[in-house]
Structure formats: structure tokens, C-alpha cells
């Protein structure tokens, strides 16, 4: 089982429309968690992270995790084509180590005009 | 605000070369510093990272070796390079260990 799963895609939404990322992680003592955005050729950027259970939400993004489901998602409202790019879930502070940044393979996502 | 540079951006090096590759961040103290690799397609890999100067934890045995001389600077070397060594290599900084890692422009790398 992989550390942090996320579904590779490519996820295509309309624009305007929601996205909705998923990624699961298997350490139940992970602490962090984080969602990067990363276009074609460039590196990663941060988008969002979360500590809590809940939901974080900073402009069109909502961050949500459950502990209890080790399950963390990212929806992002209004989407546009500029959002197209591969979405990289990460976390830490699991049992293997506390600065360990384990990441997921990406979900690529494409949103047509 | 903290800023975080990465030199070169590409790079075209013979196998058997050696290879330094510097990073360096701004506006901050004591940082978490990382080296990242990322081969064509692939997931992000940690190779180091730095809790301070002189301080360096390697997390994959190879023919690469990270450095701090200095606290907001980090560098990765090779003696010399392995066709395997190409990648897309990036830098990145935190505040702590558990605290969000920002990444560098990163720098594409190719072994001929």
C-alpha cells in the first residue's frame, strides 16, 4: 500500500464548475497535511494546509480532513482553465519520521473552457 | 518575506562530470532545508535535508552528497554523475519540521 494515494486522473471539469482531489494516506499518526499545485515544468507550489479535522477554506479553496477515515480533499470552486495542473497531496509526522514530507503521485487536472 | 533561490536553472553535464548545484534562502533564520528529486513522470523523492549547518541526513544511499556551510545555504554535490542522476532537483525551506515546505524554481538537469 502506498503512503499517500491519490487517484492520477486526468480529472476534466467545465470551467466554473467544482473539482473535487481526493488523496488517502495509510500512517494514522500523520499530523500535516498539504496540498501543492504544480504546472507543467515548474515546481511545486503550496496551496493549502491542514491541521485539524474540518474544513480550511482560503478563497475558491477548501482543504477538508477526517483523521478518523485518513482521507484529506481539496475542492476548488469556480474553476478556471488556469487551474489545470497536477495536484500533489503531502503529509508528515507520521510513525517513519516528523520532517519526512511524504508526497502522492498527483492528480492531473484539466479544466476546459 | 522569504525568498529562495536556486542556481542553475538547467544544466547539460557528460556522465562522469561533477556537479554542484547551490541553494540559498532570504528573510529567514536557522531554516529545515531539503533537496528533491524529480525524475520524468515521477513522485518527489527527499534525498537530504538540514536542521542546521553542518547537519545533513541522507535519506537514499547514492552517488550524491548535500552540504550547509552556511544557514541559509545548501548545496548538492556529486563526484561524478550516473545517467540515472537526471531529474528535475529541487530545493525547499521550512520553519520546522512540521510546518509547510516551500520549494525553489528547481533545476532541470540532463546527463549525457
Known amino acids: 500500500q502506498k503512503e499517500v494515494e491519490q487517484n492520477s486522473g486526468p480529472l476534466s471539469v467545465p470551467e466554473g464548475a467544482i473539482a473535487s482531489l481526493n488523496c488517502t494516506y495509510s500512517d494514522r499518526g500523520s499530523q500535516s497535511f498539504f496540498w501543492y499545485r504544480q504546472y507543467s515544468g515548474k515546481s511545486p507550489e503550496l496551496i493549502m494546509f491542514i491541521y485539524s479535522n474540518g474544513d480550511k477554506e482560503d478563497g475558491r479553496f477548501t482543504a477538508q480532513l477526517n483523521k478518523a477515515s485518513q482521507y484529506v480533499s481539496l475542492l476548488i470552486r469556480d474553476s478556471q482553465p488556469s487551474d489545470s495542473a497536477t495536484y500533489l497531496c503531502?503529509?508528515?509526522?507520521?510513525?517513519?519520521?516528523?520532517?519526512?514530507?511524504?508526497f502522492g503521485s498527483g492528480t492531473r487536472l484539466l479544466v476546459r473552457p | 518575506s522569504q525568498t529562495i533561490h536556486q542556481w542553475p536553472a538547467t544544466l547539460v553535464q557528460p556522465v562522469g562530470s561533477p556537479l554542484s548545484l547551490e541553494c540559498t534562502v532570504e528573510?529567514?533564520?536557522?531554516?529545515?532545508l531539503y533537496w528533491y528529486r524529480q525524475a520524468a513522470g515521477r513522485g518527489l523523492q527527499l534525498l537530504f535535508y538540514s536542521v542546521g549547518i553542518g547537519q545533513i541526513s541522507s535519506e537514499v544511499p547514492q552517488n550524491l552528497s548535500a552540504s550547509r556551510p552556511q544557514d541559509r545555504q545548501f548545496i548538492l554535490s556529486s563526484k561524478k554523475l550516473l545517467l540515472s542522476d537526471s531529474g528535475f532537483y529541487l530545493c525547499a525551506w521550512s520553519e520546522s519540521s512540521n510546518q509547510p515546505q516551500h520549494f525553489g524554481d528547481g533545476t532541470r538537469l540532463s546527463i549525457l
Open positions: 503531502a503529509v508528515i509526522g507520521g510513525r517513519k519520521s516528523s520532517y519526512k514530507l511524504i
Open positions: 528573510g529567514t533564520s536557522n531554516p529545515n
